[in-house]
């Protein structure tokens, strides 16, 4: 399994912020990308998701094959944790959820409404939530925040297992999670030089 992106352009709200974007991920691999803040790493994250359309390039992989967790934790505030794991082990077919529950250690919260959680216990949730897709390729946009520094390790351990079992991760992130071997990635040569997107309506900016 290879993800290739080649020569992707990108654009938010209508303005291209990213052209020529080229790199390929293979199984077992993580890619971390860099850049200053509003170069366009979440937007390019968007794009690989299939959550919007490129401007111009191509991406390789089947948008099926991957899972994506961006800022918004993507729970059920009414659910219980455990029942929170459940649906999205339902809507992806996938059996079980103890692996998730126990690489998160939310043994203890599982019976708890998700609303009555914690910042961080809400995001250790939204993060487990990648474990109950069965996808292979994990797309992550900050994925750290709120979590203290405990919880930033017991991540990077699924991580890293995550890519020891042949998946792969492309992420936005600024913290060591631990990766070796992961391969970091520098948009900042990639700014768009055009101003709108071809035959875009400047009356929706």
Not at 62 to 72: K, L, Q
Not at 97 to 124: D, H, V, W, Y
Not at 134 to 146: A, F, K, M
Not at 177 to 203: C, I, M, Q, R, Y
Request: proline share 3%; net charge negative; hydrophobic share 50%.
């Amino acid at each position: 399994m290879e993800l290739v992106v080649d020569n992707l352009g990108v654009a938010r709200g209508g303005i291209p912020v990213l052209e020529g974007v080229s790199f390929s991920v293979s199984a077992g691999q993580a890619l971390v990308l860099r850049g200053p803040n509003g170069i366009g790493k979440t937007t390019l994250l968007r794009t690989l998701a299939g959550l919007q359309a490129p401007l111009s390039g191509k991406i390789s992989l089947d948008r099926e094959a991957m899972a994506y967790a961006a800022h918004v934790d993507g729970i059920k505030t009414t659910l219980t944790v455990e029942e929170n794991l459940h649906f999205w082990a339902s809507v992806f077919d996938v059996p079980e959820i103890e692996s998730a529950i126990s690489a998160f250690e939310l043994e203890a919260l599982r019976t708890r409404s998700a609303g009555m959680l914690s910042a961080g216990q809400k995001r250790r949730l939204g993060l487990a939530r990648l474990m109950v897709t069965g996808r292979p390729v994990w797309i992550l946009d900050e994925p750290t925040v709120s979590l203290d520094q405990a919880a930033v390790a017991m991540f990077g351990e699924v991580i890293k297992r995550h890519l020891a079992s042949g998946g792969m991760a492309i992420m936005a992130t600024h913290i060591d999670l631990g990766l070796e071997d992961a391969v970091t990635f520098d948009l900042g040569h990639l700014k768009a030089t055009s101003n709108l997107a071809e035959n875009f309506d400047e009356a929706f900016l």
